[in-house]
T-cell receptor, first 116, second 111 residues
Framework: DGGITQSPKYLFRKEGQNVTLSCEQN?????MYWYRQDPGQGLRLIYY???????QKGDIAEGYSVSREKKESFPLTVTSAQKNPTAFYLC???????????????FGPGTRLTVT | GQQVMQIPQYQHVQEGEDFTTYCNSS?????IQWYKQRPGGHPVFLIQ?????EVKKQKRLTFQFGEAKKNSSLHITATQTTDVGTYFC???????????FGTGTRLKVLA
């Protein structure tokens, strides 16, 4: 059964603690993405990766870090430097552009992070 | 920087009424994608449009890509309660596979 898994579904942390969100995919996709969604808002790109051991900052990367050591995995760390970390975090994956063809993104179920 | 805006932000309709959301990009897009996010869920891909003036239909949903490839629309005929959710358009930034998502239109359907 192919797809993207994110864990945990809900996460609670105290202010000042780093927290790592898991994202795993078995779709054999090269590209992976992390988005942040605030209540009633759209999706904002945090980081994205096209290939193992390579990733780029999105529009709101400050206070976040990622790694891409395996094709299947793209964990996101929310550091204590992130000023307002409470949000819904979505991971996605897709095939990369090939011969001018764009591909859709497949999203995981998301992790709701609450920091108090 | 590149921006993708959607209007309206919210729309409440009676079941059976039609619904349209509009997506406008500040730059020309090579393609545009549409996603639906049910309340409490995650975005799910609906369709991709590539050609100027392209129109695609999925049952009661009609998607259109503008002639200038800077705008798009999603029209739902005779809404049903299962249409409830937020509809997002997304367009690629030039020369990358990074997509910018629109602000979304939240649809509520009153039975």
């Amino acid at each position: 059964d192919g797809g993207i898994t994110q864990s945990p579904k809900y996460l609670f942390r105290k202010e000042g603690q780093n927290v790592t969100l898991s994202c795993e995919q078995n779709l054999n996709h090269d590209a992976m993405y992390w988005y942040r969604q605030d209540p009633g808002q759209g999706l904002r790109l945090i980081y994205y990766s096209q290939i193992v051991n390579d990733f780029q900052k999105g529009d709101i990367a400050e206070g976040y870090s990622v790694s891409r050591e395996k094709k299947e995995s793209f964990p996101l760390t929310v550091t204590s430097a992130q000023k307002n970390p409470t949000a819904f975090y979505l991971c996605a994956s897709s095939n990369i552009f090939k011969a001018g063809r764009a591909y859709e993104q497949y999203f995981g179920p998301g992790t709701r992070l609450t920091v108090t | 920087g590149q921006q993708v805006m959607q209007i309206p932000q919210y729309q409440h309709v009676q079941e059976g009424e039609d619904f349209t959301t509009y997506c406008n990009s500040s730059t020309t897009l090579s393609n545009i994608q549409w996603y639906k996010q049910r309340p409490g869920g995650h975005p799910v891909f609906l369709i991709q449009l590539v050609k100027s003036g392209e129109v695609k239909k999925q049952k009661r949903l009609t998607f259109q890509f503008g002639e200038a490839k800077k705008n798009s629309s999603l029209h739902i005929t005779a809404t049903q309660t299962t249409d409830v959710g937020t509809y997002f358009c997304a367009g690629p930034t030039s020369g990358t596979y990074k997509y910018i998502f629109g602000t979304g239109t939240r649809l509520k359907v009153l039975a």
